[in-house]
Nanobody, 115 residues
Framework: QVQLVESGGGLVQPGGSLRLSCVAS????????MGWYRQAPGKQRELVATKTRVGSTNYADSVKGRFAISRDNAKNLVYLQMNNLKSEDTAVYYC?????????WGQGTQVTVSS
């Protein structure tokens, strides 16, 4: 069993930056991919960015060049550095971790971009 805890959300003005963090805990866990998804009001949850254990990354087109995902495999941490934030980035951001057996989700952290 894997537990995911996110932190770092909040309110930021357009053009600002935030960094989200997520730590995975659990005994004997072996996580392959970790990443971030988001869900805005009235919309489906969508991929933001993912990174595998060996370093392959995948970004949504809407965040390329603005967001950067990084991982600390030894500590089961994943980060999302978000720069040049836009109002359309407002959403609940969910941490995601995939093992061989299943996918796990965090509880979500709110990111609001507004002046």
């Amino acid at each position: 069993q894997v537990q995911l805890v996110e932190s770092g959300g909040g309110l930021v003005q357009p053009g600002g930056s935030l960094r989200l963090s997520c730590v995975a805990s659990g005994s004997g866990i072996s996580i392959n991919a970790m990443g971030w998804y988001r869900q805005a009001p009235g919309k489906q949850r969508e991929l933001v960015a993912t990174k595998t254990r060996v370093g392959s990354t995948n970004y949504a087109d809407s965040v390329k060049g603005r967001f950067a995902i990084s991982r600390d495999n030894a500590k089961n941490l994943v980060y999302l550095q978000m720069n040049n934030l836009k109002s359309e980035d407002t959403a609940v951001y969910y941490c995601n971790a995939a093992t061989v057996y299943r996918i796990y989700w965090g509880q979500g952290t709110q990111v609001t971009v507004s002046s």
